[in-house]
């Protein structure tokens, strides 16, 4: 999987990704990233890349000419066809399963944006997708690239030590991740459930399904009302919230 990243702040992309899981999956060779400066692509002696915006108000606003060079110069550098998904809060939301569609490609250009954005006619020119991270604005596309380049290579094959891992994260089978617990077992008068340490598979898996499906319905029951529960989920969902209910009325009385 390559990335190519079209940024006036490449040490940001560079510092980041080399590290932790990213960083590895550079090492290993199954990502490859390259920062592509628009800066780079200027002709004047100020190395200008943005300019006062048409019509006043206030803030910069990124140019046409250095972007779409440093674009094209991304595009030569290998035959493979890409889309150039531009990072900016007006694009549609990010999710698991879009994270998940880009881990399916070999190659994407990551648009990065700064000051008040980029020149409408080079968005409306070279960008094929915007994509958002959510309803707030940040300051530079780079955090939003670096959170897409994490979040695609956590899914490559043999990126992760455990192949199992990014799949029992929360929204990989449409529920929320169940809940984890490592040593002391005991701590702070809080125990560690009983059934995680009886050593019986079977009901550690019934267990961690039913947490699961339990955390979904509570914290987002907008992600279970799109899932078509089996009988056993729906089985375990109606324990948990029996549970639940039950446990309420003990600490109101
Ligand atoms: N004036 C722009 C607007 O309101 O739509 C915001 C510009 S923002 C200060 C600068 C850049 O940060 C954007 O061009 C975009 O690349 C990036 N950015 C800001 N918020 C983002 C978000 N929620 N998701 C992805 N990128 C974002």
Same mark, same amino acid.
């Given at each position: 999987?390559?990335?190519?990243?079209?940024t006036?702040?490449?040490?940001?992309? =560079?510092?980041?990704?080399r590290?932790?899981?990213?960083?590895?999956?550079?090492?290993?060779?199954?990502?490859?990233?390259?920062?592509?400066?628009?800066?780079?692509?200027?002709?004047?002696?100020?190395?200008?890349?943005?300019?006062?915006?048409?019509? &006043?108000?206030?803030?910069?606003?990124?140019?046409?000419?250095?972007?779409?060079?440093?674009?094209?110069?991304?595009?030569?550098?290998s035959?493979?066809?890409?889309?150039?998904?531009?990072?900016?809060?007006?694009?549609?939301?990010?999710?698991?399963?879009?994270?998940? &569609?880009?881990?399916?490609?070999?190659?994407?250009?990551?648009?990065?944006?700064?000051?008040?954005?980029? =020149?409408?006619?080079?968005?409306?020119?070279?960008?094929?997708?915007?994509?958002?991270?959510? =309803?707030?604005?940040?300051?530079?596309?780079?955090?939003?690239?670096l959170?897409?380049?994490?979040?695609?290579?956590?899914?490559?094959?043999?990126?992760?030590?455990?192949?199992?891992?990014?799949?029992?994260?929360?929204?990989?089978?449409?529920?929320? =991740?169940y809940?984890?617990?490592?040593?002391?077992?005991?701590?702070?008068?809080?125990?560690?459930?009983?059934?995680?340490?009886?050593?019986?598979? &079977?009901?550690?898996?019934?267990?961690?399904?039913?947490?699961?499906?339990?955390?979904?319905?509570?914290?987002?029951?907008?992600?279970?009302?799109?899932?078509d529960?089996?009988?056993k989920?729906?089985?375990?969902?109606?324990?948990?919230?029996?549970?639940?209910?039950?446990?309420?009325?003990?600490?109101?009385?």
């Open positions: 999987m390559r990335f190519d990243v079209i006036l702040f490449p040490e940001m992309i =560079d510092n980041a990704a590290t932790g899981v990213t960083g590895k999956a550079v090492e290993k060779g199954i990502v490859e990233l390259k920062t592509w400066n628009p800066r780079n692509y200027t002709h004047d002696n100020h190395r200008t890349v943005d300019d006062r915006p048409y019509g &006043g108000g206030p803030g910069m606003v990124m140019k046409y000419e250095p972007v779409f060079d440093a674009i094209q110069a991304a595009k030569k550098d035959a493979q066809s890409v889309s150039v998904v531009f990072l900016s809060p007006q694009g549609r939301q990010l999710t698991q399963q879009i994270v998940g &569609g880009f881990s399916e490609r070999s190659r994407i250009i990551l648009l990065c944006g700064r000051y008040e954005g980029i =020149d409408e006619r080079l968005l409306e020119a070279e960008v094929d997708e915007e994509w958002s991270l959510g =309803d707030y604005v940040i300051s530079g596309g780079e955090l939003a690239a959170v897409v380049i994490d979040a695609v290579t956590r899914l490559l094959p043999d990126v992760l030590g455990d192949k199992n891992s990014a799949q029992q994260d929360s929204y990989m089978g449409g529920l929320l =991740d809940p984890h617990y490592t040593r002391p077992e005991q701590i702070a008068g809080q125990n560690v459930p009983d059934v995680l340490l009886g050593g019986n598979h &079977g009901q550690i898996e019934e267990w961690r399904m039913k947490q699961a499906l339990g955390r979904t319905w509570m914290r987002r029951n907008d992600l279970l009302e799109r899932l529960l089996n009988d989920q729906q089985r375990l969902l109606a324990e948990f919230i029996t549970e639940f209910k039950f446990r309420q009325t003990e600490t109101e009385d």
